[in-house]
């Protein structure tokens, strides 16, 4: 099973990683704590100390055209908070 993990750099994520040491990755659905513990400690090379998880609903999404109301929804995604040891930093930017 591969886990796909990306990371989410948003103005609420930047806070709670400089308020919290915690840091925000969009995962796999399928994809629990203990895999996405061991994922982050082997790609970063830090230590986790605790991964929260929670799953973000799709929105629905309408528009008016010339054909009229098109309706749609953005997909659901699972989103983790991990939490790194105190003094360690995950350089997220390292990747670009």
Do not use: C, H
């Not at 990755?25 to 982050?40: E, H």
């Amino acid at each position: 099973m591969e886990i796909m993990i990306k990371p989410i750099v948003t103005e609420k994520a930047t806070q709670l990683t400089e308020r919290r040491n915690q840091y925000t990755f969009r995962v796999s659905t399928d994809a629990n704590k203990y895999q996405i513990k061991s994922l982050v400690e082997k790609l970063y090379g830090v230590k986790v100390v605790s991964v929260n998880t929670a799953i973000v609903r799709g929105k629905n999404k309408s528009r008016w055209t010339k054909s009229g109301l098109l309706r749609g929804k953005t997909a659901a995604y699972k989103k983790a908070y991990i939490t790194v040891g105190e003094g360690q930093t995950i350089d997220i930017f390292s990747n670009i």
